[in-house]
């Protein structure tokens, strides 16, 4: 994997867009980045478990699982690394549980971003790491407005259904 590969990679991924036209910025990131293959069927990490990493899907695929209170496993997504797909983001930014299982589609390799790393990096450097944290902060904004109209669209649908 040639260094100038992986920062192409990072300057295509949403959470970076702030820093996509700063290559110093960018490599300064590359530093604190790992690199780590998963073989196909590989569990990434399953819901429930504690996480500290953020998760870029380089090379190959992932498919996100959830459970129902019932204990049935559904599909949530698929993601592909063509898309410039990352998952694990909010564990930059709390120390809760997985919220879902992320299993290997195929052989996979993944850019890491560690929490404690970041944590480092946005002492020292918070002008890479205050862009950053900006981008999570709109993910989970986004999140919560459409759990929010979820949220409304089941009740109008209860609320119909008890009129009727």
Known sequence: MKQEDILQKLSRI???DELKEREADLKRLLEI???KAYPKGAVIF????????????YKGSVEIQKQTRAGDTYTVVKLKAENNVFFGEIALVDDDKRSATVIALED???????K????SLGKTNPEIALPITRAIARILASRLRKTTMDMLTIFDALVNEIQS
Not at 46 to 57: A, H, L, P
Not at 108 to 114: M, R, T
Request: glycine residues 6%.
């Open 33 to 35: 980045i790992r690199i």
């Open 46 to 57: 399953r819901e429930g478990d504690i996480g500290s990493e953020m998760f870029i899907v």
């Open 14 to 16: 949403a959470i970076f």
């Open 108 to 114: 996979s390799e993944f850019l890491i971003l560690n």
């Open 116 to 119: 404690e790393d970041f944590l």
